[in-house]
Protein backbone atom coordinates (compact mmCIF):
# COMPACT_ATOMS: atom_id res chain seq x y z
CA UNK A 1 0.00 0.00 0.00
CA UNK A 2 1.14 3.41 -1.23
CA UNK A 3 -0.15 6.20 1.21
CA UNK A 4 0.92 10.25 0.43
CA UNK A 5 0.27 12.21 3.02
CA UNK A 6 -0.05 16.14 2.79
CA UNK A 7 1.01 17.87 5.61
CA UNK A 8 2.57 21.37 5.65
CA UNK A 9 2.58 24.99 6.97
CA UNK A 10 2.93 24.76 10.73
CA UNK A 11 3.62 21.82 13.57
CA UNK A 12 -0.23 21.77 14.29
CA UNK A 13 -0.40 20.29 10.41
CA UNK A 14 2.54 18.44 10.27
CA UNK A 15 2.64 16.41 13.63
CA UNK A 16 -0.71 14.98 13.32
CA UNK A 17 0.36 14.03 9.65
CA UNK A 18 3.01 11.92 11.31
CA UNK A 19 1.30 10.36 13.60
CA UNK A 20 -0.83 8.64 11.73
CA UNK A 21 2.11 7.59 8.88
CA UNK A 22 3.55 5.90 12.38
CA UNK A 23 0.36 4.09 13.17
CA UNK A 24 0.08 3.04 9.89
CA UNK A 25 3.60 1.80 9.51
CA UNK A 26 2.88 0.29 13.10
CA UNK A 27 0.17 -1.86 11.42
CA UNK A 28 1.22 -2.29 8.05
CA UNK A 29 5.30 -2.39 8.03
CA UNK A 30 5.17 -2.94 4.36
CA UNK A 31 3.00 0.04 3.60
CA UNK A 32 5.13 3.22 1.37
CA UNK A 33 4.58 6.17 2.97
CA UNK A 34 5.47 9.39 1.18
CA UNK A 35 4.76 13.24 2.25
CA UNK A 36 4.08 16.14 -0.01
CA UNK A 37 4.65 19.15 1.34
CA UNK A 38 6.72 22.66 -0.02
CA UNK A 39 9.69 24.46 0.22
CA UNK A 40 7.85 27.52 2.52
CA UNK A 41 6.58 25.68 5.06
CA UNK A 42 8.24 24.23 8.54
CA UNK A 43 7.84 20.43 7.02
CA UNK A 44 10.85 21.09 4.65
CA UNK A 45 12.74 20.88 8.15
CA UNK A 46 10.30 18.24 10.50
CA UNK A 47 10.35 15.46 7.67
CA UNK A 48 13.49 14.66 6.80
CA UNK A 49 14.79 14.11 10.63
CA UNK A 50 12.01 11.78 11.11
CA UNK A 51 13.09 9.16 7.60
CA UNK A 52 10.10 9.43 5.39
CA UNK A 53 10.53 10.69 2.49
CA UNK A 54 8.87 14.01 1.28
CA UNK A 55 8.58 15.48 -2.38
CA UNK A 56 7.59 19.15 -2.91
CA UNK A 57 4.63 21.21 -4.87
CA UNK A 58 4.89 24.52 -5.24
CA UNK A 59 1.98 26.46 -3.26
CA UNK A 60 2.01 29.01 -0.20
CA UNK A 61 -0.67 30.35 1.70
CA UNK A 62 -2.49 33.82 1.23
CA UNK A 63 -2.00 36.69 2.77
CA UNK A 64 -4.86 38.87 4.18
CA UNK A 65 -5.58 41.34 1.92
CA UNK A 66 -4.53 42.33 -1.84
CA UNK A 67 -0.79 42.17 -2.35
CA UNK A 68 1.87 40.59 -4.69
CA UNK A 69 2.03 37.86 -1.92
CA UNK A 70 -1.70 37.73 -2.75
CA UNK A 71 -0.95 37.75 -6.88
CA UNK A 72 2.29 34.64 -5.81
CA UNK A 73 0.12 32.29 -3.91
CA UNK A 74 -2.68 32.37 -7.07
CA UNK A 75 0.34 31.46 -8.91
CA UNK A 76 1.30 28.53 -6.69
CA UNK A 77 -2.30 27.20 -6.97
CA UNK A 78 -1.47 26.57 -10.52
CA UNK A 79 1.54 25.44 -9.70
CA UNK A 80 0.66 23.44 -7.42
CA UNK A 81 -2.28 21.55 -9.31
CA UNK A 82 0.34 21.08 -11.88
CA UNK A 83 3.27 19.42 -9.85
CA UNK A 84 0.41 17.50 -7.80
CA UNK A 85 -1.01 15.67 -11.16
CA UNK A 86 2.76 14.81 -11.81
CA UNK A 87 3.01 13.38 -8.70
CA UNK A 88 -0.51 11.61 -8.90
CA UNK A 89 0.74 10.03 -12.18
CA UNK A 90 4.17 8.88 -11.12
CA UNK A 91 3.62 7.15 -7.44
CA UNK A 92 -0.06 6.25 -8.43
CA UNK A 93 -0.94 6.07 -4.51
CA UNK A 94 -3.81 3.98 -3.06
CA UNK A 95 -4.94 6.30 -0.61
CA UNK A 96 -3.98 10.03 -0.70
CA UNK A 97 -4.48 12.09 3.30
CA UNK A 98 -4.33 15.48 4.21
CA UNK A 99 -4.27 17.28 7.89
CA UNK A 100 -4.96 20.89 6.60
CA UNK A 101 -2.56 23.95 5.71
CA UNK A 102 -2.16 24.71 1.90
CA UNK A 103 -0.65 21.91 0.85
CA UNK A 104 -3.57 19.52 0.98
CA UNK A 105 -5.65 21.52 -1.67
CA UNK A 106 -4.57 20.86 -4.22
CA UNK A 107 -3.19 17.54 -3.78
CA UNK A 108 -6.51 16.40 -2.23
CA UNK A 109 -8.51 18.07 -5.06
CA UNK A 110 -6.75 15.96 -7.72
CA UNK A 111 -6.60 12.94 -6.27
CA UNK A 112 -10.72 12.68 -5.49
CA UNK A 113 -11.20 13.56 -9.09
CA UNK A 114 -9.63 10.60 -10.21
CA UNK A 115 -11.39 8.27 -7.85
CA UNK A 116 -8.04 7.31 -5.51
CA UNK A 117 -9.46 6.82 -1.51
CA UNK A 118 -9.02 10.54 0.50
CA UNK A 119 -9.02 11.32 3.49
CA UNK A 120 -8.72 14.82 5.73
CA UNK A 121 -8.22 15.47 8.83
CA UNK A 122 -8.96 18.70 10.90
CA UNK A 123 -7.29 19.35 14.08
CA UNK A 124 -9.53 22.25 15.35
CA UNK A 125 -13.39 22.63 16.22
CA UNK A 126 -13.26 25.45 13.68
CA UNK A 127 -11.99 24.46 10.41
CA UNK A 128 -9.49 26.02 8.15
CA UNK A 129 -10.66 27.25 4.63
CA UNK A 130 -8.78 24.20 2.59
CA UNK A 131 -10.74 21.34 4.62
CA UNK A 132 -13.68 22.98 4.41
CA UNK A 133 -13.45 23.23 0.83
CA UNK A 134 -11.64 19.74 0.68
CA UNK A 135 -14.79 18.10 2.41
CA UNK A 136 -16.89 18.20 -0.56
CA UNK A 137 -14.88 16.42 -2.42
CA UNK A 138 -13.48 13.91 -0.36
CA UNK A 139 -14.21 9.91 1.07
CA UNK A 140 -13.65 10.42 4.81
CA UNK A 141 -13.23 13.42 7.39
CA UNK A 142 -11.43 12.96 11.05
CA UNK A 143 -12.61 15.53 13.12
CA UNK A 144 -11.12 15.93 16.26
CA UNK A 145 -13.64 17.86 18.33
CA UNK A 146 -17.38 16.81 17.52
CA UNK A 147 -17.82 20.95 17.43
CA UNK A 148 -16.57 20.58 13.72
CA UNK A 149 -18.91 18.58 12.46
CA UNK A 150 -21.34 21.16 11.16
CA UNK A 151 -19.30 22.61 8.86
CA UNK A 152 -18.79 19.59 6.98
CA UNK A 153 -21.19 17.21 4.67
CA UNK A 154 -23.44 14.54 6.73
CA UNK A 155 -22.17 11.32 6.77
CA UNK A 156 -18.85 12.32 5.98
CA UNK A 157 -17.41 12.81 9.63
CA UNK A 158 -15.99 10.77 12.09
CA UNK A 159 -14.66 11.83 15.72
CA UNK A 160 -11.28 10.77 15.93
CA UNK A 161 -9.57 13.16 18.43
CA UNK A 162 -5.64 14.62 17.81
CA UNK A 163 -3.22 11.93 17.83
CA UNK A 164 -1.07 12.25 20.87
CA UNK A 165 2.26 10.72 22.23
CA UNK A 166 1.79 7.12 23.68
CA UNK A 167 3.72 8.86 27.05
CA UNK A 168 0.25 10.26 27.51
CA UNK A 169 -1.54 6.68 27.68
CA UNK A 170 0.17 6.34 31.09
CA UNK A 171 0.30 9.05 32.43
CA UNK A 172 1.25 9.63 36.39
CA UNK A 173 0.92 12.83 38.19
CA UNK A 174 3.31 11.18 41.18
CA UNK A 175 5.76 10.10 38.90
CA UNK A 176 6.18 12.91 36.72
CA UNK A 177 6.07 15.58 39.82
CA UNK A 178 8.87 13.35 41.34
CA UNK A 179 10.84 13.24 38.28
CA UNK A 180 10.73 17.21 38.64
CA UNK A 181 11.80 17.36 42.48
CA UNK A 182 8.50 18.66 43.33
CA UNK A 183 7.39 18.82 47.05
CA UNK A 184 3.23 17.71 47.97
CA UNK A 185 3.52 21.49 49.44
CA UNK A 186 4.27 23.04 45.67
CA UNK A 187 1.92 24.22 43.25
CA UNK A 188 2.94 23.76 39.74
CA UNK A 189 2.31 26.10 37.15
CA UNK A 190 3.25 25.29 33.59
CA UNK A 191 2.99 28.47 31.05
CA UNK A 192 3.05 28.02 27.68
CA UNK A 193 2.74 30.29 24.13
CA UNK A 194 3.16 27.86 21.69
CA UNK A 195 6.15 27.38 19.15
CA UNK A 196 6.21 30.39 18.80
CA UNK A 197 5.47 32.29 21.93
CA UNK A 198 2.86 34.91 23.29
CA UNK A 199 3.90 38.03 24.28
CA UNK A 200 1.04 38.79 26.22
CA UNK A 201 1.35 35.51 28.69
CA UNK A 202 5.27 35.93 28.85
CA UNK A 203 4.69 39.08 30.79
CA UNK A 204 1.89 37.79 32.75
CA UNK A 205 4.56 35.00 33.61
CA UNK A 206 7.04 37.62 34.54
CA UNK A 207 4.98 39.59 36.55
CA UNK A 208 3.79 35.94 38.46
CA UNK A 209 7.70 35.07 38.91
CA UNK A 210 8.08 38.60 40.70
CA UNK A 211 4.75 38.45 43.20
CA UNK A 212 6.25 35.17 43.79
CA UNK A 213 10.21 34.99 43.91
CA UNK A 214 9.53 34.39 47.88
CA UNK A 215 7.40 32.16 48.13
CA UNK A 216 8.70 28.37 47.95
CA UNK A 217 5.42 26.60 47.63
CA UNK A 218 4.73 27.97 44.05
CA UNK A 219 6.85 26.59 41.37
CA UNK A 220 6.76 27.50 37.58
CA UNK A 221 8.01 26.08 34.23
CA UNK A 222 7.80 29.03 31.61
CA UNK A 223 8.27 27.87 28.04
CA UNK A 224 8.39 30.97 26.09
CA UNK A 225 8.61 30.04 22.34
CA UNK A 226 12.36 30.30 20.73
CA UNK A 227 11.95 33.39 19.38
CA UNK A 228 10.76 35.29 22.64
CA UNK A 229 13.52 33.10 25.30
CA UNK A 230 16.45 35.71 24.77
CA UNK A 231 13.63 38.55 25.17
CA UNK A 232 12.00 37.14 28.01
CA UNK A 233 15.24 36.38 30.13
CA UNK A 234 16.19 40.05 29.78
CA UNK A 235 13.24 40.84 31.12
CA UNK A 236 13.54 38.61 34.22
CA UNK A 237 16.74 40.35 34.88
CA UNK A 238 15.62 43.49 34.19
CA UNK A 239 12.95 42.89 37.09
CA UNK A 240 15.23 41.68 39.73
CA UNK A 241 13.74 38.93 40.34
CA UNK A 242 15.69 36.84 42.31
CA UNK A 243 16.96 32.93 40.69
CA UNK A 244 16.02 30.40 42.15
CA UNK A 245 14.57 26.81 41.65
CA UNK A 246 11.37 27.66 41.89
CA UNK A 247 11.49 29.31 38.34
CA UNK A 248 12.02 27.54 35.18
CA UNK A 249 12.37 29.63 32.04
CA UNK A 250 12.88 27.75 28.86
CA UNK A 251 12.76 28.35 25.04
CA UNK A 252 10.73 25.04 25.05
CA UNK A 253 10.77 21.14 26.18
CA UNK A 254 10.42 17.79 24.85
CA UNK A 255 8.94 16.34 27.41
CA UNK A 256 5.73 18.97 27.94
CA UNK A 257 3.62 15.23 28.67
CA UNK A 258 5.78 15.31 31.81
CA UNK A 259 5.59 19.03 32.77
CA UNK A 260 1.86 18.90 32.17
CA UNK A 261 1.63 15.59 34.19
CA UNK A 262 3.29 17.68 36.72
CA UNK A 263 1.21 20.62 36.83
CA UNK A 264 -1.37 21.71 38.85
CA UNK A 265 -2.78 24.60 36.40
CA UNK A 266 -1.08 25.22 32.98
CA UNK A 267 -1.50 28.78 31.10
CA UNK A 268 -1.40 28.02 27.42
CA UNK A 269 -2.74 29.08 24.00
CA UNK A 270 -5.24 27.38 22.93
CA UNK A 271 -3.65 25.19 19.61
CA UNK A 272 -5.79 22.23 18.44
CA UNK A 273 -2.42 20.17 19.90
CA UNK A 274 -2.23 21.86 22.83
CA UNK A 275 -5.49 21.85 23.71
CA UNK A 276 -5.31 17.88 23.49
CA UNK A 277 -2.46 17.16 24.78
CA UNK A 278 -3.90 19.28 28.21
CA UNK A 279 -6.81 16.87 28.14
CA UNK A 280 -5.01 13.80 28.03
CA UNK A 281 -3.01 14.38 31.00
CA UNK A 282 -6.18 15.66 32.60
CA UNK A 283 -5.06 19.43 33.31
CA UNK A 284 -6.79 22.30 34.43
CA UNK A 285 -6.26 25.35 32.47
CA UNK A 286 -6.50 28.93 31.69
CA UNK A 287 -6.36 29.57 27.86
CA UNK A 288 -5.52 32.81 25.93
CA UNK A 289 -6.50 32.21 22.56
CA UNK A 290 -4.09 33.73 19.69
CA UNK A 291 -6.35 36.27 18.04
CA UNK A 292 -4.67 36.48 14.67
CA UNK A 293 -5.34 32.40 13.90
CA UNK A 294 -7.17 31.99 10.90
CA UNK A 295 -11.32 32.08 11.64
CA UNK A 296 -10.52 32.95 14.93
CA UNK A 297 -10.03 28.80 15.52
CA UNK A 298 -8.10 28.83 18.86
CA UNK A 299 -11.52 30.58 20.60
CA UNK A 300 -13.15 27.70 18.99
CA UNK A 301 -10.35 25.29 20.38
CA UNK A 302 -10.55 26.80 23.86
CA UNK A 303 -14.10 26.42 24.07
CA UNK A 304 -14.23 22.58 24.07
CA UNK A 305 -12.52 22.53 27.21
CA UNK A 306 -13.44 26.20 28.85
CA UNK A 307 -17.04 25.39 28.11
CA UNK A 308 -17.84 22.31 29.93
CA UNK A 309 -15.70 23.80 33.08
CA UNK A 310 -12.31 22.29 32.53
CA UNK A 311 -10.64 25.61 32.10
CA UNK A 312 -10.96 29.48 32.24
CA UNK A 313 -10.76 31.49 28.90
CA UNK A 314 -9.37 34.78 28.83
CA UNK A 315 -9.22 36.73 25.41
CA UNK A 316 -5.89 38.06 24.69
CA UNK A 317 -6.93 41.87 24.76
CA UNK A 318 -7.84 41.42 27.93
CA UNK A 319 -5.13 39.53 29.60
CA UNK A 320 -3.12 41.69 32.03
CA UNK A 321 -0.42 40.19 34.13
CA UNK A 322 -2.95 41.74 37.11
CA UNK A 323 -5.38 39.76 35.53
CA UNK A 324 -3.34 36.51 35.13
CA UNK A 325 -2.01 36.81 38.58
CA UNK A 326 -5.45 37.15 40.24
CA UNK A 327 -6.79 34.39 38.10
CA UNK A 328 -4.28 31.35 38.93
CA UNK A 329 -3.80 33.03 42.18
CA UNK A 330 -7.89 32.52 43.01
CA UNK A 331 -7.79 28.48 41.09
CA UNK A 332 -4.52 27.45 43.64
CA UNK A 333 -5.98 28.22 46.36
CA UNK A 334 -9.29 26.62 45.43
CA UNK A 335 -8.15 23.08 45.75
CA UNK A 336 -11.53 21.37 45.27
CA UNK A 337 -12.17 23.85 41.92
CA UNK A 338 -8.76 22.77 40.65
CA UNK A 339 -9.18 18.97 40.99
CA UNK A 340 -13.14 18.87 39.49
CA UNK A 341 -11.59 21.33 36.41
CA UNK A 342 -8.50 18.30 36.35
CA UNK A 343 -11.19 15.91 36.01
CA UNK A 344 -13.28 17.28 33.81
CA UNK A 345 -10.11 18.02 31.67
CA UNK A 346 -9.43 14.33 31.89
CA UNK A 347 -13.11 13.18 30.45
CA UNK A 348 -12.74 15.28 27.66
CA UNK A 349 -9.47 13.42 26.33
CA UNK A 350 -9.33 10.84 23.29
CA UNK A 351 -6.08 8.98 23.80
CA UNK A 352 -7.25 5.88 20.68
CA UNK A 353 -7.14 8.91 17.93
CA UNK A 354 -4.20 6.61 15.80
CA UNK A 355 -6.73 3.80 15.98
CA UNK A 356 -9.78 5.33 14.98
CA UNK A 357 -8.08 6.67 11.96
CA UNK A 358 -6.47 3.50 10.66
CA UNK A 359 -9.89 1.56 11.35
CA UNK A 360 -10.97 3.88 8.98
CA UNK A 361 -7.98 3.91 6.21
CA UNK A 362 -9.23 -0.25 6.38
CA UNK A 363 -12.73 0.56 5.41
CA UNK A 364 -11.56 3.03 2.38
CA UNK A 365 -9.35 0.28 1.55
CA UNK A 366 -11.83 -2.65 1.25
Not at 139 to 151: L, P, T, V
Not at 230 to 239: I, P, R, T
Not at 296 to 311: E, S
Request: include cysteine.
Amino acid sequence: MRVLIAAGGTGGHIYPGLAIAQKIKKENPDAEIIFIGSMVGMEKNIIPQTGYPIEYVRVRGFERGLSLETVAAVKGIVDGLMDSRKILKRLSPDLVIGTGGFTSGPLLLLASRRKIPTMIHEQNAYPGRANRMLGKKVDRIAISFQEAACYFPDGKTFLAGNPVGSEYLDLNTADCRKSLGLLDSQKMILIMGGSQGAGSINDGALTLMKAWENRNDRVIYHLTGKQQYDEVLKAFSGLGIKSSENNHIQAYSNEVYRLLGAADLVVSRAGAMSVAEIAAAGTASVLVPYPMAAGNHQDFNARVLTDQGAGILIEDAMLTPELLWETVEELLNDETRLKKMGKISKSLRILDAGDRIYEEINKLME
